[in-house]
């Protein structure tokens, strides 16, 4: 069975200091790992994806993340927080020879001018 | 190509009415995803299709729930005889299938349903 955990449900940062938002993850199989971000009256945006090659992926917004198979982590990092990226962001997972992506509960950031 | 579309973006209904939502995927992508997601919660999983054939229900699914996809293109959620927790936003999403690479889900902005 494939479950998330997002161990904070808000995070407040001050813009232009470092982000970090907390994901660990269960999969009995090979999985594949998302981040969405989810702007106020905003769709579901995807920010990256892991599938099993580069363990640092690489997003939109400067935002990156790491795949850590011996801490079941994907934690999401960005260098510097811009005003801009205050929105909820969840962690997905999808495990191989699963179709329905499982979602987290969610972390909302919270930037401070 | 605009993306995911649902139709329509708000609904306030009376508890006990009926009401459906329509989902227009991107026309290539085969996969068919409804979602639930209520305030300060993750998206949760309702049910999925490939083409016009559902997949997979979930136990959140109750029996006033159906969903189609009649020629594996547009879809529709019904609910009948709301309650008020049915209250809460519908998500719909649609992705490329294939053998290999990530089931990539792109979402629609969503339907927010209001059950008084």
């Known amino acids: 069975a494939q479950s998330v955990t997002q161990l904070d449900s808000h995070v407040s940062v001050s813009e232009g200091t470092p982000v970090l938002l907390r994901c660990n993850y269960s999969s009995s199989y090979s999985p594949s790992l998302f981040w969405y971000v989810q702007h106020p009256n905003k769709g579901l945006q995807l920010l990256l994806k892991y599938t099993s090659a580069a363990t640092l992926v690489k997003g939109i917004n400067g935002f990156e993340a790491e795949f850590k198979k011996s801490e079941t982590s994907f934690h999401l990092t960005k260098p510097s927080a811009h005003m801009s990226d205050a929105a909820e962001y969840f962690c997905?997972?999808?495990?191989?020879?699963?179709?329905?992506?499982?979602f987290g509960r969610g972390t909302s950031l919270i930037v401070h001018p | 190509d605009t993306g995911v579309s649902q139709d329509p973006r708000h609904k306030i209904t009376k508890r006990g009415q009926n009401v459906t939502f329509r989902c227009d995927p991107i026309s290539e992508h085969n996969r068919l995803y409804w979602y639930r997601q209520t305030l300060g919660q993750g998206p949760e999983f309702l049910t999925y299709?490939?083409?016009?054939?559902?997949?997979?229900k979930s136990r959140l699914l109750s029996d006033r729930f159906s969903a189609e996809r009649p020629k594996g293109s547009f879809s529709t959620l019904e609910i009948q005889r709301t309650e008020q927790g049915d209250s809460a936003m519908y998500l719909c999403?649609?992705?490329?299938?294939?053998?290999?690479?990530?089931?990539?889900?792109?979402f629609g902005a969503g339907s927010r349903l209001t059950v008084l």
């Open positions: 997905v997972v999808s495990e191989r020879g699963s179709y329905i992506p499982t």
């Open positions: 999403a649609s992705s490329l299938g294939g053998i290999s690479g990530a089931n990539v889900l792109t």
């Open positions: 299709f490939q083409n016009e054939a559902q997949l997979e």
